[in-house]
């Protein structure tokens, strides 16, 4: 079975100071990793993944995650917060062995961003 | 370009009434999904369409029955409302076997029953 943890239910942080979301995944084989952002009132966006490679991934407004394989942790992180930023965020992962027609997805409950002005 | 549409945006339903949820893509992916997002909770596969006639089970269907006639439309029918239905439900569709993961997501239908 696969599992994603997000411990932390939300995450505030002062515009322009860095911001980290935290990740912590399980699952049987090797990873597929991504992350995901909610607006207020929308669908959920594409933001990255982790396939294989190097294990700092850049993704979609400046977002980066490190992939710790040992840890096993998928933490989305920023340099520099911006307000527009403040939003729910979604981690989530797949066995790279799933079996054909296995396309579920495992998301985390979701961190709520807010970066204060 | 339109992306994932879905309809309606909000509702309420009376314990044991129907509804069906449209779904419709005009990116020609042939990979389509209904997710169910509770408070406090990550998304939960309700149903999924690797293409038109094809449709699985995912981790919570029961309730829930789905159909895919046309590569662009996946409607969601729920028979007979039950409060544990109450949700925000999302359809979501993807390109295919190249990039199953990168998920386009319509903007959700807020469904209350009571």
Known sequence: AQSVAQPEDQVNVAEGNPLTVKCTYSVSGNPYLFWYVQYPNRGLQFLLKYITGDNLVKGSYGFEAEFNKSQTSFHLKKPSALVSDSALYFCAVRDAYSGAGSYQLTFGKGTKLSVIP | ?114
């Open chain 2, 1 to 114: 370009n339109a992306g994932v549409t879905q309809t309606p945006k909000f509702r309420i339903l009376k314990i044991g009434q129907s509804m069906t949820l449209q779904c419709t893509q005009d990116m020609n992916h042939n990979y389509m999904y209904w997710y169910r997002q509770d408070p406090g909770m990550g998304l939960k596969l309700i149903y999924y369409s690797v293409g038109a006639g094809i449709t699985d089970k995912g981790e919570v269907p029961n309730g829930y029955n789905v159909s895919r006639s046309t590569t662009e439309d996946f409607p969601l029918r729920l028979e007979l409302a039950a409060p544990s239905q109450t949700s925000v439900y999302f359809c979501a569709s993807s390109l295919g076997q190249l990039h199953p993961e990168k998920l386009f997501f319509g903007s959700g239908t807020q469904l209350s029953v009571l």
